[in-house]
């Protein structure tokens, strides 16, 4: 009987590490299938509109609203001269505006000898342009606010659903007056996560039904013209 026990308890754990392992794999399909397809803009598009339909559209739009955040900061820090992280990166990486050393290394270049004219007109044409566009360090901030306000804080136009705990963490670096990258990153993957989970799994399902209603569709056409034929 003690063998026996044994020997199903050893079959169970073995089947239940299995079907872990395949959820694993399950998710990380699924993971890799969504950023493939909201790495282009038609892409994003698409799965917004899905997003509509299921009434989850806040998820989507707050994903890139945090992606525009990053590009925005990650502006101003190359702008200042202040190192920045990827979106992957746990280092805080503060828009501290006004820090940093600023000095450019064609600048050496300059006093050493002197641009090119075609140099120098290309240098003043990407500053101004990086001037219309950079955000100053109270825009930023302002930036952040109107994501938390929208999107995390109670009764927002398109609140989110995270853990208090990451709602809390967010207000605390909003509070603390300095703009950081990556201040809202853990929110973004748990809401990847979840679009990953739930959302793109039925969009999935349904590009695979309007494909099949669409293949049926021509299909019987191709039949009445053979009949007619």
């Known amino acids: ?18 079907d872990g392992e395949r959820r694993r794999e399950v998710t990380m399909s699924l993971d890799a299938g969504l950023c493939i397809l909201l790495s282009t ?31 925005e900061v990650d ?3 190359v702008e200042e001269g202040i190192p920045s992280t990827s979106s992957s990166s746990e280092t805080d990486a503060v828009a501290d505006i006004g820090g940093g050393d600023t000095t450019d290394s064609a600048d050496v270049e300059k006093g050493a000898g002197g641009r090119q004219p075609q140099q120098e007109q290309a240098q003043q044409e ?27 804080a109670t009764e927002g136009e398109l609140q989110i659903n ?5 709602v809390n963490e967010i207000r605390t670096a909003l509070e603390s007056g300095k703009v950081r ?12 996560g979840i679009m990953s989970r739930d959302s793109y799994p039925r969009y999935l399902s349904t590009k695979r039904k309007s494909q099949s209603l669409f293949q049926n569709s021509r299909s019987r056409r191709r039949m009445r013209v053979s009949a007619i034929g």
């Open 1 to 18: 009987g003690g063998a026996r026990s044994s020997a199903f308890r050893r079959i169970s754990t073995n089947a239940s590490d299995s």
């Open 41 to 71: 803009q038609d892409g994003i598009n698409s799965f917004s509109e899905h997003c509509v339909r299921e009434f989850s559209y806040e998820n989507i739009r707050f994903w890139c609203a945090v992606n525009d955040f990053h590009a």
């Open 75 to 77: 502006l101003t820090c």
């Open 126 to 152: 990407q500053e101004q342009t990086d001037a219309i566009d950079k955000l100053s360090e109270s825009e930023l901030q302002e930036y952040a606010r109107e994501i938390f306000e929208v999107y995390i």
């Open 162 to 166: 995270i853990p208090q705990a990451m």
């Open 181 to 192: 990258r990556n201040m809202f990153d853990k929110a973004q993957r748990e809401i990847f």
